[in-house]
C-alpha cells in the first residue's frame, strides 16, 4: 500500500501561482509513474501532467507552457508547479501513484486537494 497525501491548494487570483505537493508513504516511490489529474463540478476526472519513474513527463494540452510536475524521490515526493492560472484551472486536484508488478496493476489516489482561481 502507498498513502499519497496532497497539500498546496487554495485560493488564487487569475494569473497566480501555486505549488502542489504529493508525499508518498513508500520508499519504492522512485518506481512509480507518478500523475496529477484534476475533477471539475460536473465534469469527468482527466489527467493534467505525468512524469515516469525515469523522469519522463507529458502534459495535457491546456497546461502546456504554464505547469511543470516534477518529483524528488529523496523525499519522495511529487510536486505541480501552476503559473498562469487560469479560472477554468479551477478544480480538486489529485495526486497519482502507479506501476505494474508483473500483470498486476498498483493504482493509489490521494484524498485531493482544492485549487480555485478566481478574482
Known amino acids: 500500500q502507498v498513502q499519497l497525501v496532497e497539500t498546496g491548494g487554495g485560493l488564487v487570483q487569475p494569473g497566480g501561482s501555486l505549488r502542489l505537493s504529493c508525499a508518498a508513504s513508500?520508499?519504492?516511490?522512485?518506481?512509480?509513474?507518478m500523475g496529477w489529474y484534476r475533477q471539475a463540478p460536473g465534469k469527468q476526472r482527466e489527467l493534467v501532467a505525468g512524469?515516469?519513474?525515469?523522469?519522463?513527463?507529458n502534459y495535457t494540452n491546456s497546461v502546456k507552457g504554464r505547469f511543470t510536475i516534477s518529483r524528488d524521490n529523496a523525499k519522495n515526493t511529487v510536486y505541480l508547479q501552476m503559473n498562469s492560472l487560469k479560472p477554468e484551472d479551477t478544480a480538486v486536484y489529485y495526486c497519482?501513484?502507479?506501476?505494474?508488478?508483473?500483470?498486476?496493476?498498483?493504482?493509489?489516489w490521494g484524498q485531493g486537494t482544492q485549487v480555485t482561481v478566481s478574482s
Open positions: 497519482n501513484a502507479r506501476q505494474f508488478v508483473g500483470v498486476r496493476l498498483d493504482d493509489y
Open positions: 513508500r520508499s519504492s516511490f522512485r518506481t512509480y509513474a
Open positions: 512524469i515516469t519513474a525515469g523522469g519522463r513527463t
